[in-house]
């Protein structure tokens, strides 16, 4: 398929293009950027006069100038590699994907040939079905050799009668001008006698038959593990095998040997076979890694005092090995779960006295979606000042309890000093210190006092030390749990670094974290991964590099299933008060007196940023043109009045979310987004003003109706209030004693009534039309789709977790992100 990149714009049909051009009629990203683009090549670029012609398009009804830009370049034979290597510098993510997808089915094989056997002097038909553009031709090889024979360029290969010569592989070719694919290898044989009817391959998979498949096995760490596997096919197999589905590059012999197993090495594997013509694979071998089969270990006590001086002491006894003092004999490897899985993620950009940050928008956006898809309860959250990053995460860690997972992630600036760090709010002033900032320490004490399965704190921030604070902050001393990770993304007195980009940009940290998070390996395994990946990135290589510090002495993985378990009362209230928080308002259909009927629909594209579009779903036919639009916030949200009831998604200021996954999205829709909804303190309220003008009259109606929709998203946590403290023994003025909030907090008076509430993860998301719902959560892994929820009955009918849509690799991927000069670089 690589070869159809190769083809011309002007072979795609007039829906495409007519489509693209839909995508490039707008001014922040869209055809003026793509000439400028394609001018990297000179016999494209355009002139003044051509991008005038363009622009002149505007002045007609159904004139285009995306389109008109299109077919030019189609006239200049312009590759559709070079419109995608284009579109991909402009970060025009709609139009890549849609150019992808059409360039994916343009030739498609719909029927493969398949092998035969046949008598002598029969007939064999071999049959190839293709799709795509017009004027598709056939073409037959029996090995390397053309088929010269009348059907050998049709869609059918006829051999009759079926002579030896006819014996052999066979292939076909599709072609479209000079693009082809390749159907796959067949074989055709004769059968000499009657009632001869045996398969090519008895027993056989795509013409292999395997005599030796690798099996499931346990093993204790330290072990040699070995793996077999064997098949019989001409020409000789060839081997290659695959962990976790990730190609072992070393391993390409029949057996597979690994010396000294630790528990990286468990998961699954599997063996491709495969030669010139055929390629099959075997069962998946599950591999199990316990505990160490050390037996001849010395064994004693160190006890290093005050003194520095090292006391042994033997605590085996006479004649018996240390090891089999322990349990007779070890238990079988655990499968750990977790009882509940809660995160809390922060990114802040803009600062009010400081560097303003890029990265924490996508960084926060893509990690969100990557735990929601190993069902963690994610709040996501931008741009929090001091008393709402207090309270978020006071709400975070009343949500810690007993075999709970909990996540912790904070993007943006922060500093080091005497080994405490220090998380910056948004307001900090110029010359802050620990007193305008959230210690991270302070925090960490507070998790482990939970009793959770597994505690992970990740700080994507500087480490450099302030010279402003001299306060030395005195936490109290954290607790040996052995469930503690604790993840830098740059070393002590080092910064951490995004790459600069136009619209969207990634931290360092975060464009390597992305690549293994969903990695079923123990936390620490999977860490470590990651900075033995970012230590192979040449740029950062001396600049930033992931500390990691841990105590987790189980098996825990991000990955691990839920088990949920009797819990108090409160702390299913808790529970519900955290999944409040991403409760959209009901889609609203609004009748005004001129019979135009307008629909309000909701998106969440973080915790406390959501979208509000409005569309036209009915008019009279004597009225000519209308539209709605909203005004009259709140003054406690944050809207930018100069994007507000934009025609496109990114002319809103939304990044991430993909109008064409959007309900009906050829009705035209107007896109205005709300940010700060953590700061409002009643209900949303704002008015839909619909401007119409009838088919006999110049001058513009005007009618509005005042909307209320209640406290959508994580509004409803009230993070403005501050949450109740106690007196705190650190030397700093801060304190997060109020983590300790007692069992008759406020939180559990405002459920009170709730006698037993599930702990599944709710969800009600509505497609656009009134009493319909999403599919189940299988549906959930798709590309990033804009929700619109209700839940006016949380409480009655608890579903399970729909994952938010995630951008696809495809959309943020290295290739947007190109480590390629310094000059892009920005620490935090």
């Known amino acids: 398929m690589e070869d159809a990149w190769k083809m011309s714009v002007g072979t795609l049909n007039e829906q495409v293009l007519n489509k693209l051009a839909k995508m490039l009629d707008n001014s922040s990203c869209g055809w003026r950027q793509l000439a400028k683009a394609v001018s990297e090549q000179p016999r494209l670029s355009c002139s003044e006069n051509e991008l005038t012609a363009c622009s002149l398009q505007v002045l007609s009804a159904t004139g285009s100038p995306g389109r008109t830009l299109l077919a030019r ?21 709609d139009a890549v994907q849609c150019l992808t997808t059409t360039v994916a089915e343009l030739i498609q094989i719909t029927v493969q040939p398949q092998s035969q056997e046949a008598k002598m002097g029969s007939k064999v038909v071999l049959t190839c079905r293709a799709t795509g553009p017009p004027g598709l031709s056939y073409q037959w ?10 059907t050998g360029s049709t869609p059918e290969l006829v051999l009759c009668p079926l002579a030896p010569v006819h014996q052999g592989h066979y292939i076909c070719r599709v072609n479209h001008g000079d693009n082809c694919i390749f159907t796959q290898w067949v074989e055709v044989r004769s059968v000499y006698s009657a009632g001869c009817s045996s398969t090519l391959f008895p027993g056989s998979v795509s013409g292999l038959r395997f005599t030796l498949q690798p099996q499931s096995q346990a093993a204790s760490e330290g072990d040699t593990l070995f793996l077999e596997c064997d098949a019989e096919a001409n020409p000789p197999a060839q081997y290659e095998w695959y962990h976790n589905m990730l190609p072992m590059k070393e391993q390409k012999t029949r057996s597979l040997k690994i010396p000294c197993v630790t528990t990286a090495d468990r998961g699954q594997y599997k063996c491709k076979v495969f030669n010139l013509y055929h390629e099959a694979w075997t069962d998946t071998a599950t591999v199990t890694i316990g505990p160490s089969s050390i037996t001849d270990a010395s064994w004693v006590e160190v006890d290093r005092g005050l003194d520095s001086k090292e006391v042994y002491r033997l605590t085996n006894r006479p004649g018996i090995h240390p090891l089999q003092q322990m349990a007779n004999p070890p238990p079988p490897v655990k499968n750990f779960h977790a009882t509940d899985k809660v995160a809390l993620l922060i990114g802040n950009m803009n600062y009010l006295y400081h560097t303003q940050l890029c990265a924490p928008m996508a960084d926060v956006h893509e990690l969100t979606n990557f ?12 741009d929090l000042n001091w008393q709402e990053m207090h309270s978020a995460v006071t709400e975070f860690l009343l949500l810690l309890d007993k075999g709970v997972y909990g996540l912790l992630y904070f993007a943006g600036h922060g500093y080091e000093n005497y080994g405490n760090s220090f998380m910056v709010p948004i307001d900090a002033p110029a010359s802050y210190t620990s007193e305008h900032c959230l210690c991270v320490q302070q925090i960490l004490t507070r998790m ?34 052995a469930n503690i990770v604790f993840g830098y993304a740059t070393c002590v007195d080092a910064e951490a670094y995004e790459v600069k980009k136009k619209d969207v940009s990634n931290g360092i940290f975060i464009s390597f974290l992305k690549r293994r998070v969903c990695e079923d390996e123990k936390v620490t395994v999977m860490l470590d991964r990651v900075a033995e990946d970012m230590g192979r990135c040449e740029i950062t290589r001396g600049r930033q590099a992931l500390e990691l510090r841990s105590n987790l002495s189980e098996r825990r993985s991000l990955t691990d299933k839920i088990q949920p378990s009797e819990c108090s009362t409160s702390h299913s209230a808790r529970n519900l008060q955290w999944a409040v928080a991403h409760v959209l308002p009901q889609t609203l259909y609004l009748q005004f007196d001129c019979g135009v009927k307008v629909q309000l629909g909701f998106a969440a594209e973080f915790s406390n940023i959501m979208v509000i ?22 003054e406690d949200v944050d809207i930018d009045l100069k994007k507000s009831n934009q025609e496109t998604l990114v ?20 896109y205005t987004r709300i940010r700060g909804l953590q700061r409002l303190r009643t209900e949303l309220t704002f008015t839909t003003c619909l401007h119409y003008t009838y088919s006999n009259m110049d001058e ?4 509005r109706k005042p909307v209320t929709v209640g406290k959508p998203l994580v509004s409803k946590l009230n993070l403005h209030e501050p949450r109740p403290l106690r007196t705190c023994s650190a030397s700093s003025s801060f304190s997060l004693d109020s983590f300790n909030v007692p069992e008759c907090s406020s939180l559990t008076e405002a459920f009170a009534s709730v006698d037993s509430v599930s702990n599944t993860w709710p969800y009600c998301v509505q497609t656009g039309r ?18 619109e929820t209700d839940c006016p009955e949380l409480c009655d009918a608890p579903q399970p977790l729909v994952a938010s849509k995630s951008l696809s690799l495809s959309q943020v991927n290295d290739t947007n992100y190109k480590f390629s000069d310094m000059y892009n670089f920005h620490s935090h």
């Open 73 to 93: 370049l189609a006239d200049r034979s312009c590759s559709l590699e070079f419109l995608l290597h284009c579109l991909r510098k402009m970060d025009h993510h």
């Open 651 to 670: 002319e809103a200021g939304s990044l991430l979310l993909i109008k064409e996954n959007l309900p009906s999205p050829e009705v035209p829709s107007l």
């Open 613 to 634: 579009y409005t569309r036209i779903l009915e008019k009279p036919k004597e009225i000519v043109s209308c539209c709605a639009q909203l005004t009259d916030f709140p």
């Open 448 to 481: 482990q006092e939970k009793e959770t399965g597994l505690n992970v704190f990740l700080l994507d921030m500087c480490r450099k030390r302030n010279p402003n604070d001299v306060i030395i902050v005195q936490p109290e001393l954290i607790k040996v749990t």
């Open 770 to 787: 009134e009493s319909s719902t999403t599919d189940p959560p299988a549906s959930s892994r798709s590309a990033n789709i804009p929700e």
């Open 371 to 382: 735990l929601r898809q190993m069902d963690f309860k994610v709040v996501s959250l931008l």
């Open 141 to 150: 090889f029996r090995g390397s050799e053309e088929v010269s024979t009348e």
């Open 700 to 703: 513009e109606v005007q009618e």
